[in-house]
């Protein structure tokens, strides 16, 4: 169980499930040699590979290649089900800064095989959160700068305005297969320029009118 709060309000959400879209930035899926998909890209990952802003990500001993992803987290406020483009973002509660943390050797090897890689994607530590702010203290979420260091290196620098679907589309697509339900936390892609991470890096993230993340791996 993981529970969150929206900064300047006492409600408290409690995470059910982690949605996440895969290849929604051009340039990410061209880096990784992917071909652009027709229909969503759709994975979960459970409420357990969450951790907070200053936490550790645990890479399994079972990978050798665990690639950083900066992603714009989207927290649902609203249960709904077949939930249309035009009344998406009223169930939008608020924004927060995420890393989708990816075993990319185990993802490759199991991809090959045509077998499911949520050990690639769920595991614990592989979800790193901030804080949340309200959705009606962000602009326009379809346009902020997005960022991503390792040990102060800036690796990934791009802007939402580069996201294929954006999130009342995401909202509509996701909501036709999953019920989305208040807590549940939505994963909007990555940009270019991911990469590997190791024992002792230091990651900061940071979404432009939204927030920063801090993590370490152990």
Excluded at 88 to 108: C, F, K, N, P
């Amino acid at each position: 169980m993981y529970n969150l709060r929206v900064t300047g309000t006492e409600k408290v959400f409690q995470v059910g499930k982690v949605v996440c879209l895969g290849r929604n930035y051009s340039e990410h899926i061209r880096e990784l040699g992917n071909e652009v998909p027709d229909r969503p890209v759709i994975f979960i990952k459970p409420a357990t590979s969450i951790i907070g802003q200053s936490e550790k990500i645990v890479i399994p001993s079972y990978s050798r290649d665990c690639h950083h992803e900066v992603e714009l987290a989207v927290l649902i406020g609203k249960t709904g089900k077949n939930i249309s483009e035009d009344q998406a973002m009223e169930h939008v509660a608020g924004y927060g800064v995420a890393i989708d943390l990816t075993l990319r050797d185990v993802q490759s090897e199991l991809k090959a095989k045509g077998l499911p890689w949520e050990v690639a994607k769920g595991f614990d530590t592989s979800c790193p959160l901030s804080g949340f702010v309200a959705s009606d203290q962000v602009g326009n979420p379809h346009d902020l700068g997005i960022r991503l260091a390792v040990n102060g290196e800036l690796r990934q620098d791009s802007t939402t305005a580069c996201m294929m679907r954006r999130i009342p589309q995401m909202i509509r697509e996701i909501s036709a297969v999953f019920t989305l339900e208040e807590g549940d936390i939505i994963l909007t892609g990555t940009p270019a320029g991911v990469g590997a991470i190791k024992s002792g890096d230091r990651l900061s993230a940071q979404i432009d009118g939204v927030g920063t993340l801090e993590v370490s791996v152990e």
